[in-house]
């Protein structure tokens, strides 16, 4: 029987040239079943809105549904490094120190999320990072329609991540190609891009079968994603050993399980999530409550057990009076979690000035004395004195933290020492 006022979990897939919605139930033994899939195609980007307003009226969005954006690869950075164990004690600051060296971003430009989990004596990080101009165009859009998204993801992601079988997944369209490899728990390679025309698309195999080749995972199997499927001659040419399999639509049951799926980016805290879903189950059940209790008084009544129908609506007003509480509590609870990711976010966003202070103290020379130092923005000021002043900037320009090491004003020398003044640029 299909509840439709029950909080349901709904999948909607951006691609260059269409917009895919499924709505799921969950069923018995944690799967997923698939009641309705809908396409709504468009042709130039602005006609994406058309689409988005007609999705609206057949996905009906609520508030407590479980709303997944997928949007195309293209968007999306994922980057994998190690940390030592200790680093579980600060692990928000130090993931976000770590990624200061690997991407060439300023972090406050980007959505991300991580996941870690210790291997071989270490932390393994993996992050889901995307550029927040790229994503507040679709945020907005969806928004504006009365969508409260829960997170946004790489749509082959989770094609791969719902599939649960090795091997190829390629996606996309004559315009923009996508290509994932996944060996049955996380993708060890990924490659995108774009074509002025669908002609230069068969280079795209080509150029990135060896790298994928080159994981030394093995894969004996490809999967081609609906508007992918014209690819299927050339993979058959390039790789004839390949088994081949079109996926025209998810699978009819699948097995989501989409609080372990790592490739997520979330809008909305897993934690809110999880109390808006136990609020929703309580009013429900004081609705169940009223139902049974309104059924029970013409019965009461013909039976001649009016004391009971008493106690009944008892019971419900103290039912009330509890809800009315936790109202209270969740509103109280919702402004405290808000206030706490506000200063987590604010915590984030400062500068690592100890490690700053810690670098300056290693590399600048014993004899280097520093009169000034000031940061401001991505830029370090120094002045000082020292024997040789450009053995100070060799230094800093050694260092993994710096960049762009030059002086600010020429040097004074002074009988055996030299006043400088520095200008660096933080990695």
Not at 74 to 90: K, R, S
Request: aromatic fraction near 8%; charge should be neutral; charged fraction near 25%.
């Amino acid at each position: 029987m299909n509840l439709p006022w029950l909080p349901e979990t709904k999948i909607l897939l951006v691609e260059k040239e269409r917009l895919l919605f499924f709505r799921l139930r969950r069923g018995l033994g944690g799967r997923d079943q698939v009641l309705e899939r809908q396409e709504f195609p468009y042709v130039r980007p602005d006609d994406l809105k058309v689409a988005v307003s007609a999705l609206k009226n057949v996905c009906r969005p609520r508030l407590d549904d479980l709303l997944l954006l997928g949007l195309p690869l293209e968007i999306f950075t994922i980057v994998h490094f190690t940390l030592p164990l200790a680093a579980a004690e600060n692990l928000d600051d130090a993931v976000g120190y770590e990624l200061m060296r690997h991407v060439p971003h300023d972090l406050k430009g980007l959505y991300w999320r991580y996941r870690c989990q210790e291997e071989d004596g270490l932390l393994a990080v993996s992050v889901t990072l995307a550029p927040k101009t790229r994503l507040r165009e679709y945020l907005a859009l969806f928004t504006a329609a009365g969508f409260n998204l829960s997170a946004v993801f790489p749509s082959l992601f989770l094609l791969a991540w719902i599939m649960r079988e090795p091997g190829l997944y390629l996606g996309g369209c004559p315009k923009q190609r996508e290509m994932v490899l996944f060996d049955g728990r996380a993708v060890a390679f990924q490659a995108c891009e774009g074509f002025a025309g669908a002609v230069a698309a068969g280079g795209f195999l080509a150029d990135n079968l060896p790298l994928a080749e080159n994981r030394g995972l093995g894969f004996d199997k490809a999967f081609l994603w609906s508007a992918a499927t014209d690819l299927q001659a050339d993979l058959q040419r390039l790789r004839p050993e390949l088994e081949t399999e079109e996926l025209e639509s998810l699978p009819e049951n699948l097995r989501l399980d989409w609080s372990a799926f790592p490739y997520s980016i979330d809008l909305i805290s897993p934690a809110v999530l999880k109390r808006r879903r136990l609020w929703f189950k309580l009013e429900v059940a004081a609705a169940l409550f009223l139902v049974a209790a309104l059924l029970g008084q013409p019965l009461a009544v013909i039976a001649g057990k009016r004391r009971h129908l008493h106690k009944l609506e008892k019971k419900l007003t103290v039912v009330r009076r509890e809800a009315d509480k936790l109202s209270g509590i969740r509103k109280k609870n919702q402004a405290l979690i808000d206030h706490f990711e506000a200063l987590a976010q604010q915590v984030r966003q400062q500068s690592v000035t100890i490690d700053i202070l810690k670098e300056l103290t290693e590399v600048i020379p014993q004899d280097t004395w520093l009169r000034s130092l000031a940061i401001r923005s991505r830029k370090i000021y120094l002045s000082g004195t020292s024997s040789s002043a450009t053995t100070v900037v060799k230094a800093l320009e050694d260092s993994p933290l710096f960049k762009e090491v030059h002086f600010d004003s020429p040097v004074v020398k002074k009988g055996t020492h030299e006043t400088f003044k520095i200008v660096v640029d933080l990695e």
